[in-house]
């Protein structure tokens, strides 16, 4: 997508990251390509257990010896002797999935980089439903998903390495639920925010960034944060 815009190929690129300062701004700036950067929403993961599974916290370290490729951990004892001994029932996205890419990144250190022996789906819906329905059931998908389902599910709290942390919409807004939580953005180029469709198409979004992150199964942003993402946006209007 980066590279695509920095080419000037596209409007507007949308990113689950920033934009790399060594890699990718370069490349822009040698294009002529300026742009506003604008967050326009959060987005969590949650790891969640069946309701008769109880793993109250796992550290990153202990997610990597569970989920990354060819991991021999056939039951949760063999992470830890603390953890059940019930065998390991693992559901999460399909290898097509956004919420794949990411967790295998900061998880398994490799984007695309995860154990094949579990459950896969691209509908967290029938993730959740797996986990929910089968002893020993273990996955990740979407905060909301969970936030939906607590009557059938366990949060799983992630240690990042400052202690464990619950996974809640606080939580991924102020990037204490660490490594899974996240900004989302949208960069606009300069040039593309002179049309007046497009800036008609980012004031929307701006306008109404909480019912489309709701509507997306994503986490709103915070006052302070829609304050910022205006600005961004009104200080590259005025630039353009």
Known sequence: GFEKFCAGETDISNASRPIDEEEEVPICEENAVEFGEVQVANDGIAVATNKNLTIDCMTVDQLKALWEPKSKVKSYSDI???FTDAPVKLFGPGTDSGTFDFFTDV???EEGASREDYEASEDDNQLVTGVAGTEGGLGYFGLSYYEANTDKLNEVQVDGGDGCVAPTAETVQDGSYKPLSRPLFMYPSKE???????KAFMDFVAANQQAIAEAAQFV???EEQATEAE??????????
């Open 220 to 222: 709103a942003l915070t």
């Open 192 to 198: 593309a925010i002179a049309k007046p469709h497009v």
């Open 231 to 240: 600005s961004a946006l009104s200080s590259l209007e005025g630039g353009a």
């Open 107 to 109: 998880i398994n250190g």
């Open 80 to 82: 830890d002797p603390s």
